[in-house]
């Protein structure tokens, strides 16, 4: 592949690497500078999507089950009724019900409440869960937490031995929250390579070297858009050529394309995100 007219577009805006696999094989690869982890900021979210699958593989839990329910013991007096309908599913869609952003990366330092299960649950739900798409840290921090509680250890502890470990992934760095739980919505440190596997996982539907880690039938179900108000499955983009992504500030991309047999994955420190999208689309997915 020719990443010449790419890198043309993209070398004054921040990209430091991508790379481009199709049918399993890789077929083109540009770097501005060596591979190192970098803080690939949401994509995060994307792994605490696979580890809730795993975790519904393992009976651990269900989409189904109320958040008064999972996390009875953190819940605000007299929750509202929006909190009592709310769901682990909801926690995945970005349509959880709360108005406004909250746990991101600007806000994180300030709160003096150390408990943000407890915090996250006291924000008011002010719509119907499932009503409105907001895009918000808190439910993907929530699906972590009750990933960590039915788990019994940390989200790195359990994805080493289920993903990591298959993938080649050694152990990476995660954000804590000030508890020393992982932050299931971002934070996590990863190479461009180590990255780009993980859009190979899900294009080949949870199998790695021949052998079934996640159920197909779970990464079908993730990575299908939700609801028609927003392009987001579970903690995973919808875009164009019926592709979905894993999706970091700054230009982080591991793209799937299943029509294509394809993987796309980019690294950047890129404020114009939207020029970068439009390159990866007009440059590269032109020659799948």
């Known amino acids: 592949m020719d990443l010449q007219a790419f890198v043309e577009k993209v070398n004054t ?8 696999s199709q049918h399993n094989e890789l077929i083109g690869e540009w ?10 900021y949401s994509v995060t979210k994307s792994f605490t999507s696979c580890a809730v699958g795993f975790a519904v593989q393992e009976g651990l839990l269900s989409l189904d089950e109320k958040l008064t329910d999972v996390f009875a013991e953190d819940l605000p007096e007299n929750p509202c009724e929006n909190l009592k309908k709310a769901t682990v599913r909801d926690l995945l869609t970005m349509h959880l019900g709360q108005k406004s952003a909250s746990l991101m990366g600007a ?8 408990n943000w299960v407890k915090l996250s649950l006291s924000i008011p739900f002010e719509y119907e869960p499932g009503t409105h798409f907001v895009y918000n840290n808190v439910g993907p921090y929530l ?6 509680r039915r788990a019994g250890c940390d989200l790195i502890s359990y994805l080493t031995p289920r993903l990591f470990s298959h993938l ?7 954000e804590m929250d000030p508890l020393g739980n992982s932050f299931g919505a971002g934070g996590l440190f990863l190479t461009l390579s180590e990255m780009h596997k993980l859009g190979l996982f899900y294009l080949n539907k949870g199998a790695w070297n021949g052998k079934q880690l996640l159920l197909a ?14 392009p987001y499955a579970y903690l995973f983009w919808r875009g164009k050529y019926n592709s979905f992504r894993a999706d970091g500030k700054y230009g982080q991309f591991s793209i799937v394309l299943p029509d294509y047999d394809a993987v796309i994955s980019v690294v950047s420190e890129c404020r114009k995100t939207e020029e970068l999208m ?3 689309y007009e440059e590269i997915c032109t020659q799948l």
């Open 217 to 230: 039938e779970w990464i079908e179900e993730s990575t299908r858009q939700y609801a028609p108000d927003a």
């Open 168 to 174: 080649g992934i050694k152990r990476p760095t995660w």
């Open 143 to 148: 699906a972590g937490m009750l990933v960590q």
């Open 13 to 20: 805006i921040g990209v430091l690497g991508v790379k481009v």
């Open 278 to 280: 439009a390159a990866i």
């Open 107 to 114: 806000q994180r330092p300030l709160y003096e409440e150390d």
């Open 31 to 40: 770097h501005s500078e060596g591979e190192c982890r970098r803080n690939v």
